[in-house]
């Protein structure tokens, strides 16, 4: 699942100076989203305290986002080391239970129109 960076456009809907969330180039689940550390850490145990502070904050609000505009009720949380960069996938689970989600089949993203709700729902 590589996801540096989004080649979708539009597909980026929080961006700051350290961090940015996006729709997932190849979903497994409508509304999967990564969120990036923008600056080059090759795994989450060498980001400072402060820095990993930031980013769990980032990745709390993009779930709550996406809880509010999904309408579910969990979200995954995985962090795979698999590209060498720190990333988070959030995985929405819709009305599946356990691990069905991740055998899904990723497919390329089509539309990014979910990106601009999940933007105003952020704010």
């Known amino acids: 699942m590589n ?8 597909a980026i809907f929080f961006n ?6 996006a729709l997932a180039e190849r979903p497994i689940a409508t509304g999967h989203v990564v ?21 769990m ?6 779930r709550n986002a996406m809880k509010r505009a999904l309408g579910v009720e969990k979200v995954y949380l995985l962090y795979m080391d698999e590209t060498k960069h ?6 929405p689970r819709y009305n599946e ?15 990014t129109v979910l990106a601009r709700k999940l933007e105003k729902t952020l704010q």
């Open 3 to 10: 996801c540096f960076p989004p080649t979708t456009s539009g």
């Open 86 to 91: 720190v990333h988070w996938h959030l995985v």
């Open 97 to 111: 239970e356990g691990f069905d989600v991740f055998h899904h089949k990723p497919k390329k993203l089509k539309s």
């Open 35 to 55: 969120v990036v550390w923008k600056k080059h850490v090759s795994d989450l145990g060498r980001l400072n305290a402060k820095d990993y502070d930031y980013l």
């Open 57 to 62: 904050r980032v990745v709390d609000r993009v």
């Open 16 to 21: 700051d100076k350290k961090v940015y969330a």
